[in-house]
């Protein structure tokens, strides 16, 4: 697939209203396009008829760019044989369950990751911890950061004079569990500046406070940029789990894009996204949490200083132009045959 040759490359997400498959994939294919790639996109199968289909037209593409998911066992060697290069794009720790189970631990879920990365020619990580997990198993591992297009998201303006503070959140129904793990810290704030900060959740799902009101935006992709410009301060709350570790800190991105500071919990990417006291802050405990975010609610000065350094940090590393070349060379360069791994049977 050198320059100058059309290559077919199949993309599989998850669904083009997914953050992962708009972040990770999508946005990336009218770049790829202008480079000589003909790019078509479909969602991961879920029906033994589309697992069918998938095998059917797997030959007649040059590259399958696969967003996350992994297929079972019975179905990946056919995937693997009837593919002529297979790139793996992996954004969230899905060798482990989710936070809200039990115990991290999945003999399942750690033998389909094996197993998936074991085939693939490429593999690309959001983050250092995912690398470490994915290099067991497979040498051609490369991190590339979740990234925005810069042209979308535009500053904030600062112009305004308002008293009332907005601290925001954005996320969907699988990840508010997150938000609501500092509802205390929130109700605090409520009660400290009363009428003087609000909330503005930008979700598909919802949650009310007693002492802070809440501003409840439903989630369009049309309207996150200008939902989220409309916010001070951006929050990211999140537990000290091997499923944390795995997040990209797509949601402090987001705030840095339209120049806002983030107060964060400081596991993995977090610590490397935000600068204590210079693109924001971060926060472990309850008291932490008031205190942080009261130095920004109490500061709009420090709040747009933050949020313009949380810009050049974006700029410098985490948007689509700086990243969009790098995910080209990698869907380009040269198929590395692994049809020979040997693969763990899974119940």
């Given at each position: 697939m050198g320059e100058g040759i059309m290559s077919k490359v199949l993309v599989l997400i998850q669904g083009r209203e997914v953050a992962a498959s708009r972040y990770r994939i999508l946005q990336y294919i009218p770049y790829l396009e202008e480079h000589g790639l003909e790019c078509e996109v479909?969602?991961?199968?879920?029906s033994f008829g589309q697992y069918m289909f998938l095998a059917r037209i797997l030959p007649s593409f040059d590259c399958v760019f696969v967003q996350r998911k992994r297929f079972h066992f019975p179905f990946l060697r056919l995937f693997r044989q009837?593919?002529?290069?297979?790139?793996?794009?992996?954004d969230d720790a899905v060798m482990f369950k989710n936070t809200l189970a039990d115990s991290p631990h999945s003999k399942t879920r750690q033998r389909r990751f094996a197993n998936m990365v074991r085939l693939c020619d490429r593999?690309?990580?959001?983050?250092?911890?995912?690398?470490?997990?994915?290099?067991?198993?497979?040498?051609?591992?490369?991190v590339i950061p979740s990234?925005?297009?810069?042209e979308k998201y535009r500053l904030r303006d600062y112009s305004g004079n308002s008293d009332m503070v907005t601290i925001g959140w954005i996320g969907d129904?699988?990840?508010?569990?997150?938000?609501l793990r500092i509802k205390?810290?929130?109700e605090s704030i409520g009660r400290k500046y009363r009428g003087r900060v609000k909330l503005r959740i930008i979700c598909d799902t919802f949650f009310d406070l007693e002492h802070l009101p809440v501003e409840k935006l439903q989630w369009s992709e049309a309207g996150e940029v200008s939902d989220l410009?409309?916010?001070?301060?951006?929050?990211?709350?999140l537990t000290d789990d091997p499923w944390s570790w795995g997040k990209c800190g797509l949601k402090i991105l987001q705030y840095f894009g339209v120049g806002v500071p983030a107060v964060c919990t400081p596991v993995g990417v977090n610590r490397d996204v935000v600068t204590?006291?210079?693109?924001?802050?971060?926060?472990?405990?309850?008291q932490e949490w008031v205190d942080k975010l009261s130095l920004l609610i109490e500061d709009a000065g420090s709040r747009k200083a933050m949020g313009l350094n949380g810009r050049q940090v974006l700029d410098e590393g985490y948007t689509r132009e700086v990243n969009a070349p790098r995910i080209l060379d990698i869907i380009r360069c040269k198929s590395v045959s692994r049809t020979g791994e040997r693969l763990e049977w899974q119940g």
């Open positions: 479909m969602d991961f199968p879920d009837r593919a002529r290069k297979v790139v793996y794009d992996l593999v690309i990580a959001g983050n250092s911890f995912l690398k470490e997990k994915a290099s067991a198993y497979n040498p051609c591992v490369e990234s925005i297009p810069s129904h699988g990840s508010i569990h997150y938000l205390g810290v929130l410009q409309g916010i001070d301060i951006g929050v990211m709350p204590q006291g210079v693109t924001g802050y971060w926060a472990m405990t309850e």
